[in-house]
């Protein structure tokens, strides 16, 4: 088995950061870490080379043709959704589809994706500058400009700039599982694995106290007591603040309430247990936190797309061939 082709599109004046971000998460392999088998290709029009944001020149060797034979397609951002989009892109992007590629957009790239009618009748997210004028001109997409990023499976859309570190490495973790991710992440020194309905921004900045000294240690109090019936009430106790305060708290540094962040991190539990151990689904769901199996199937599904039955056979499966072919 080869690589996994990670075709990367570009265009005219797009942003370098998004097309940065592809490349240092599908296209190193890192000292200690094992190769997990992607090869980037950066793609532009037939015409060649492209002038990225602030000067840089993406490089050639490989055109919008290239994507109808990627596994992995990622539109990085469009450096002005008012201009007219790129027919010849447009066309190359329906193609990989068709052709069973996973396609992603960064950012405004979701504008690419729209107008190739891959995104009607689907709930999707760009950055929230421009929602309103995706929503003028695809009224057919169910626009969510509130969250981090979406996940069909087939077709993946993020909000701005570091939304696309979380979309790619939501990538890496359906690939080879939700601790290749996190451990990728840490080597980005970026954030571990983020729920994609987090919110994008928040409306009052984060204070400096928020870090560390602030949130911090409570979070990573959360994260070693999963399994114990966490209350806001039990929360605010261990934080020694007011109820009130610890969700006002929350809302401004992380962007959603306690019990939204607790249920993330239990199902991202959730999913560690089911990758590598063989615990039964009812003992995986009380080491998460989540109560019984219906619960757990419940939210499990919720965010990953699948059952935990189903996600179990299909990751083992998927790390099976993986390991068979060396990758």
């Known amino acids: 088995m080869g690589k996994h082709i990670v075709a990367v599109a570009v265009t005219e004046g797009a942003p370098i950061f998004e097309i940065s971000i592809p490349v240092e998460v599908f296209g190193r392999v890192r000292p200690g870490m094992a190769d997990l088998g992607y090869q980037v290709q950066i793609c532009n029009p037939e015409s060649g080379p492209v002038f990225a944001g602030g000067g840089f020149v993406a490089p050639g060797g490989h055109t919008y043709a290239a994507l109808a034979k990627a596994d992995t397609v990622i539109l990085s951002a469009i450096s002005d959704v008012r201009e007219e989009l790129s027919a010849e892109l447009i066309a190359a992007v329906r193609q990989a589809h068709a052709n069973g590629a996973r396609v992603a957009s960064l950012c405004s790239g979701a504008f690419i994706l729209a107008a190739a009618g891959l995104l009607d009748g689907r709930r999707a997210t760009t950055h929230w500058l421009y929602a309103e004028e995706f929503r003028k001109r695809f009224p057919a997409v169910l626009l969510d400009p509130a969250v981090l990023y979406i996940d069909h499976g087939d077709v993946l859309t993020s909000a701005g700039t570091t939304a696309g570190i979380d979309l790619c490495l939501a990538m890496v973790a359906a690939d080879h599982g939700a601790d290749v991710a996190n451990t990728l992440a840490r080597r980005l020194v970026a954030p571990t694995h983020r729920s994609g309905g987090q919110a994008q921004y928040v409306e009052t900045p984060a204070p400096?106290?928020?870090?560390?000294?602030?949130?911090?240690?409570?979070?990573?109090?959360?994260?070693?007591?999963?399994?114990?019936?966490?209350?806001?009430?039990?929360?605010?106790?261990?934080?020694?603040?007011?109820?009130?305060?610890?969700?006002?708290?929350?809302?401004?540094?992380?962007?959603?309430?306690?019990?939204?962040?607790l249920t993330a991190q239990r199902?991202?539990?959730?999913?560690?247990?089911?990758?590598?151990?063989?615990?039964?689904?009812?003992?995986?769901?009380?080491?998460?936190?989540?109560?019984?199996?219906?619960?757990?199937?419940?939210?499990?599904?919720e965010v990953v797309g699948v059952a935990p039955s189903d996600y179990r056979r299909s990751f083992r499966g998927v790390a099976a061939a993986s390991s068979a072919h060396g990758e």
């Open 267 to 301: 199902v991202l539990h959730a999913r560690r247990l089911l990758e590598t151990t063989d615990l039964p689904v009812e003992r995986v769901a009380s080491a998460a936190g989540l109560g019984g199996a219906a619960n757990l199937r419940h939210h499990f599904t």
């Open 208 to 261: 400096p106290a928020a870090g560390r000294d602030g949130l911090g240690p409570l979070l990573d109090w959360m994260r070693t007591h999963l399994d114990e019936p966490l209350t806001v009430a039990a929360l605010a106790r261990q934080a020694n603040v007011a109820e009130r305060t610890l969700i006002r708290r929350f809302h401004t540094a992380v962007g959603t309430t306690p019990g939204k962040w």
